[in-house]
């Protein structure tokens, strides 16, 4: 890899200063999975909200539109930038272990792990955090009440709409585990059987749930009537909640993790996400790298290797920050980078075989990102989720939501891989109160004249997508282009390389074969990215959803 050039240290962003003065955009660029999302945050703006206020609006209206993906059952975590005092906040709304979790309900009779126990029903469903999270969000940085962030969408849920076609796939996808609940029947299938192309969805229980959280906040969901309701019906599936389990759940403010990488600011989720540290070790490996003048395949190769050598250290050593100590200076030290960059052969794969088996799971429809920029220059980059499709398919009567799944997240039994094909140990142990480590990787990129606000969901694979959409964004792509690129992916284990179709050309194929590479072109589309950025030279922002799927929805007005 003759071209190659290795710079000894990384570039620190200078740019961060002059990209946080006093300009603000003047107009808003929302991009999320759902157009009636997007609308309500428009919505919200419009009612003399800020940017949070879209975000509650946003992700309340996902959890009716796209329940496949997150809501108010799950979790998620929201990053956000306050333009007035340039102050960069993580609200970790992610869903804790009940307290009388037990690592061995999860087992079957030889030991091994029982995957309907941590996707189905009520023992895979973990405290639900989305909630305090936007009740949190809407009381610190919002300048709406919830009773008008809400509003869209209890207003979409009682009216109904028609469900799109990967609402659909999901439901028939799930079907079976549905019909073992009789609540989560009634409101997904239609005369008992998943429901087809023009059925009208009706869900009256969620907007009285939302309008209970309008009126009385955190207590109206997490404490009370509603909490019983919540605990009786999880604990008549055959689950173990207390009051105390809801009572006790509280969103967290954390600092967002920030780095430099070749002149950019870089500003992502920490811990109880792995995905901050497994970019940061990423872009910390690669800006060593000039990859603008290496070959195509030589910079996958490169960009695979960091990949390769992030998601070794996510198995090793992370975990919920609550509960464990984690190298996270040594993790996110351009020294420790140098070490592993200095392991990567410039013209062969380093072979991954420390660890065992993995399920090679295609896409489903879970999780969900929307980026925001408002006219103020605030912004909000969050990610959300119920885990597996439609979380653990159990809905508890008059609640009008599914719970999440997102138990299988734990790392259940140490070194078996989860539905994502995740190893994990003790760190990510499943413990009373603990969050489960997650990959969701909502992001802000900051450069002199350009700041971007990139996210997707995609279980593992969020995070190299993550990275890809960073490079593109710095290399000047805006965000249609970046949405629309194909992708590939590393996570350690398996030592395989897969892509979408059309990343990688047949000379590209053959040239990573040939450095040792093993390369898996897979059918499916991956993630469903939605990046939103303003170009403040111009002063133009501009809004890009995945063009792999038919409802996204990105504006700028
Ligand atoms: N539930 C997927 C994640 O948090 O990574």
Redesign the pocket.
């Known amino acids: 890899m003759k071209k190659c050039i290795l710079f000894g240290v990384l570039a620190v962003a200078s740019a961060l200063a002059s990209a946080q003065s006093t300009q603000k955009p003047g107009h808003a660029a929302i991009a999320s999975a759902h157009k009636l999302a997007t609308e309500a945050g428009f919505e919200a703006l419009a009612q003399g909200g800020n940017a949070f206020d879209a975000a509650v609006a946003v992700a309340a209206a996902l959890s009716v539109v796209e329940p496949q993906s997150s809501g108010i059952g799950g979790g998620g975590l929201f990053l956000l930038h306050q333009a007035s005092d340039s102050k960069d906040i993580m609200i970790d709304a992610r869903e804790t272990a009940p307290a009388a979790v037990d690592a061995k309900q999860y087992l079957d009779a030889k030991g091994d792990l029982d995957q309907d126990k941590s996707w189905n029903g009520p023992s895979a469903a973990a405290i639900p955090g989305e909630v305090a999270g936007l009740v949190w969000i809407a009381q610190h940085y919002g300048k709406l009440p919830l009773s008008k962030s809400l509003a869209p969408a209890m207003r979409i849920a009682r009216e109904g709409f028609q469900p799109d076609a990967r609402f659909l796939d999901a439901i028939s996808e799930r079907s079976e585990v549905i019909k073992r609940y009789p609540a989560s029947a009634a409101l997904y299938l239609d005369h008992g059987v998943a429901p087809r192309t023009g059925w009208t969805f009706v869900n009256p229980d969620i907007a009285r749930t939302l309008e209970l959280i309008a009126a009385q906040g955190n207590d109206g969901f997490y404490r009370g009537q509603f909490a019983q309701r919540l605990v009786d019906g999880i604990n008549a599936a055959g689950g173990n909640w207390s009051l105390k389990d809801l009572s006790d759940y509280q969103a967290k403010e954390r600092e967002p993790l920030a780095f430099d990488y070749r002149g950019w600011h870089i500003v992502t989720a920490p811990p109880p996400?792995s995905g901050g540290i497994v970019l940061a070790e990423m872009l910390n490996i690669l800006g060593g790298y000039d990859l603008a003048k290496v070959d195509r395949a030589h910079r996958i190769h490169l960009i695979v290797e960091s990949m390769r050598r992030g998601y070794r250290d996510r198995a090793a050593y992370l975990g919920d920050p609550d509960f464990v100590q984690m190298p996270i200076a040594e993790l996110t030290s351009p020294l420790y980078a140098a070490g592993l960059r200095a392991s990567i052969h410039p013209d062969k794969a380093t072979p991954s075989d420390l660890l065992p088996g993995y399920l090679n799971a295609a896409e489903r429809p879970?999780?969900t990102h929307f980026s925001i920029i408002d006219a103020d220059g605030n912004l909000v980059a969050a990610t959300q989720?119920v885990?597996l499709s439609l979380g653990d398919a159990l809905v508890v009567p008059g609640t009008g939501f599914v719970m999440n799944d997102?138990m299988d997240?734990f790392a259940l039994k140490a070194g078996t891989p989860n539905a994502?094909g995740l190893v994990g140990n003790e760190a990510n142990a499943p413990k009373a109160g603990r969050r489960p480590l997650?990959?969701?990787t909502p992001t802000f990129v900051i450069g002199a004249d350009r700041i971007g606000v990139i996210g997707t969901p995609g279980?593992s694979r969020?995070i190299t997508m993550v990275l890809e959409g960073i490079l593109a964004f710095i290399d000047g792509e805006l965000p249609a282009q970046i949405v629309a690129n194909p992708r590939y992916h590393h996570q350690y284990l398996p030592d395989v390389v897969s892509a979408e179709s059309g990343a990688f050309s047949k000379d590209e194929v053959k040239a990573l074969e040939a450095m040792g590479h093993k390369v898996n072109e897979s059918s499916h589309p991956w993630g469903f990215m939605n990046v939103v950025s303003w170009d403040r030279k111009s002063g133009k922002l501009y809004a890009g959803s995945d063009s792999r799927r038919a409802s996204g929805s990105g504006v700028v007005k």
Request: hydrophobic share 25%; net charge negative.
């Open positions: 996400s879970h999780t989720t885990n997102e997240d994502f997650s990959s969701m279980g969020i």
